[in-house]
């Protein structure tokens, strides 16, 4: 062990930065799943830790070109680079609490290299934050933006509640008060996104208004996202639960006496479960605004979150029948990402056992959902065998969590998550949904290790036999092989007016792999992986 943990040090400290390969052979005796994480999320490719990078790469066939260059399966065209610090900050706080971990294990302290390395990812991610004008202040100081680059930046609620909790490990891990400093800046920031209305006012903005028009208070949650040019978003989304957990935890870590983090976590809680108990991904509230360039509160066009009526909807619909949500399309990762903020934040205040009380109902009900299987109805393009192309197999047990699975490997495994990505509406175009069955059971594994021990069990057992030395992709199918996404070239990225043509996506990302760690480590421990 401790040989092991030399090894992996010295090899921290090596500058030069050399590629991971795309398909290594299997090792003969695989390391535990969690040391497999820390190894990928801390190797570098093309001079860029993978903890910190998404890039995205398309290949299809002989029709699409991305400047110039033909995309192949044998030679991707990648664009974009180091990005997203969401998927950063999830790295850095599997990696400190990893290290944290890993050092009571071995009852030592964390080494000078370790806390540079959490330093170091850590620095990475206080780089998105814009530098504070202390004369102008703004609703998203010490907030960290999602990209760090380019001239208008965007700070999502969500996001930043992963710093938080971030830095907050961080700050366990290494004991840097700086760290601490900034998780409380990002709960600062929280608590203007659940009332922004003081930021507004002064520019004729009225962020909340009701049915008649007339200003009201704000409804509890999170506003999902503001930009840099202090336009507000007019949605708050299910997945914002993320921040309840966060800011109860930072609520325990400073003590303020007036019990605002605490307390702004409880009113949040109370207007966001009504979401989550109404099977909605996000609420789109009703405001007033001038139309002008900056300092507004604007509506999100995107899966028509335009709905401006103060309730809840799911993604593409504002329909409503005989007064219950009717249509669009539930998306998974925000259910799983809520039902684990809910579950944190009950078990931080009351145990294991009242926080599964909390959840059992909503658990329960997700889990029976009648919705479209992963690969939905058919699967026009798949991209790992396109001779498999067609109809998918059939659903799985009434519960879609039946010990034995049908299909094939491109198929939903219910052992990893609990819906794949089901949709209650068939939609116009499938895809395969692979990374929210890896993805979820990271974000679920606490919450499923308590409440469906023998189904966590089966997923942790399938992940540890599979081959992981591939993780080069955070796209990954239930061997976690490297695979792409069938979609169809919307952006016209080769530039020839059609926006109809199939193409391939895939990610080289981060967060299936950093939440399968922390989702290890919560759910098991350190030491139990020994």
Known sequence: MRARAAALLAALVV???????????????????????????????????????????????????????????????????PRQSTAACTSLQFISVYLDQRAAYEQRSLSSVETALVDEFAGAVLAHRLAKDPNAPKIFDDAVASTPDGQLRYFTSFGN????????????????????????????????MQDPRAYYLTHGVHPFVDALGQPTTPPGGYVDQISSWSNLYSTISTWNLTAIAFMQRLQTAVAPPDNRYGQSAATARQFLTTGLQLGADWYTFDFDSPATSQNRVVAQSAYRADCRDNRWHRKGSCTYTDGRIAGGTLGTDMIEYGLAGLYDHERQLNGASSA??????LYTTYTSLPGWHTASASDPLDCVDDTASGAVDPYYPP??????????????????????????????????????????????????????????????????????????????????????????DADDLDGDSDTTEHLCKGTRGTLPVAHNGLGILKAVGYAATR
């Open 15 to 81: 500058a030069a930065a050399t590629p991971v390969p795309t398909a290594p052979a299997v090792a003969a005796t695989p390391v535990p799943l969690v040391d497999s994480y820390f190894d990928w999320l801390v190797a570098s490719h093309d001079g860029v830790r993978n903890g910190l990078r998404r890039d995205i790469e398309h290949v299809h066939g002989d029709q699409l070109a991305i400047a110039g260059k033909t995309c192949t399966t044998a030679s991707p065209c990648t664009i974009g680079g």
């Open 399 to 488: 519960d879609n969590q039946g010990a034995t699975p049908t299909g094939d490997a491109r198929d939903y495994d219910p052992h990893l998550s609990f819906g794949g990505f089901f949709r209650l509406t068939p939609p116009n175009e499938n895809a395969e949904a692979k990374y929210y069955d890896i993805v979820g059971f990271g974000i679920l594994a606490e919450l499923r290790e308590e409440l469906v021990p023998a189904k966590f069990a089966a997923g942790y057992q399938r992940l540890q036999q599979a081959d992981r030395q591939d993780a080069l992709y955070a796209l990954l199918d239930r061997s976690l092989a490297a695979m792409f996404l069938p979609t169809r």
């Open 356 to 361: 599964a009380a909390a959840v059992t109902t």
């Open 161 to 192: 509640a992963a710093c938080g909790e971030a830095l907050l490990a961080a700050h366990q891990a290494t004991g840097t008060a700086g760290y601490l400093d900034a998780a409380v800046g990002i709960g600062e920031f929280l608590l203007r």
